[in-house]
């Protein structure tokens, strides 16, 4: 059974940093492009980092130069290290696990991250 859980989530002022981790189970990791997607209630899922298989990544313009994503191949984990929080970064976030040729595509069940003095 596939699992990706995300754990680190939290309250944190702002201007703090918080990391966030993914750690996928059941299904081939180092082969797939993973992302951190974010949700507020009401409003659309957003694409906030995506890393590839072989390591490039890309961010949402809003959290470019604040936030990294990276991998661990070797323990199956994601990561999204957040720095500068902004009030605006309050969401549920999730990771993404991207279909395959024989899979299909995969979320966890998201952490809440709250940045509020």
């Known amino acids: 059974q596939v699992h990706l859980v995300e754990s680190g989530g939290g309250l944190v002022q702002p201007g703090g940093s918080l990391r966030l981790s993914c750690a996928v189970s059941g299904i081939a990791f180092d082969t797939r492009e993973m992302r951190w997607y974010r949700q507020i209630p009401g409003k659309q899922r957003e694409l906030v980092a995506t890393?590839?298989?072989?390591?490039?990544?890309n961010y949402a313009d809003s959290v470019k130069g604040r936030f990294t994503i990276s991998r661990d191949n070797g323990k199956n984990m994601l990561y999204l290290q957040m720095n500068s929080l902004k009030p605006e970064d309050t969401a549920v976030y999730y990771c993404?696990?991207?279909?395959?040729?024989?899979?299909?595509?995969?979320w966890g069940q998201g952490t809440q991250v709250t940045v509020s003095s």
């Open positions: 993404y696990r991207e279909r395959g040729p024989y899979t299909k595509d995969y």
């Open positions: 890393i590839t298989a072989g390591g490039s990544t």
